[in-house]
């Protein structure tokens, strides 16, 4: 699943600091701007994942003019920042799984004979099904 949340960026230190408001303890850092992305996308990735697998809500984006008003007068940028919980998984999780199939007999001897790779076959007919692209 893809989601969107405005983060607050301050530079603190020789770092840039990130906090994500709608996303409650999502704090990070970064040594530039593009790692302080790099940091909240897999950040944000690892709350939301979190929330999906346990069953709990997502909350609403805020607007970044909301998340700019409340963000104090101190200097910051509020910028969008985007991540992907289905591509999360697959980077931290290509652990493989034993999954339990039944297929008609002569299927299987169809499939035998001419040595198909079944796994193969399985992972790509449920991406398809799924609509997940890799």
């Known amino acids: 699943m893809k989601y969107v949340y405005p983060a607050v960026f301050t530079e603190e230190g020789g770092k840039i600091l990130v906090n994500v408001p709608d996303l409650p303890h999502i704090h990070t850092f970064g040594d530039d701007m593009a790692d302080a992305i790099y940091m909240a996308q897999d950040a944000m990735a690892m709350w939301l994942d979190d929330a999906e697998q346990g069953g709990r809500d997502i909350p609403e984006a805020s607007t970044i003019k909301a998340i700019d008003e ?28 034993i999954k339990s199939v039944s297929i008609p007999e002569w299927l299987d001897f169809r499939a035998r004979r001419a040595e198909a790779p079944l796994s193969a076959i399985l992972q790509k007919g449920l991406k398809e099904y799924l609509h997940i692209e890799d």
């Open 70 to 97: 409340s963000s104090g007068d101190g200097p910051h940028d509020v910028s969008m920042v985007a991540c992907d919980t289905d591509e999360y998984r697959r980077k931290i999780s290509a652990k493989a799984v």
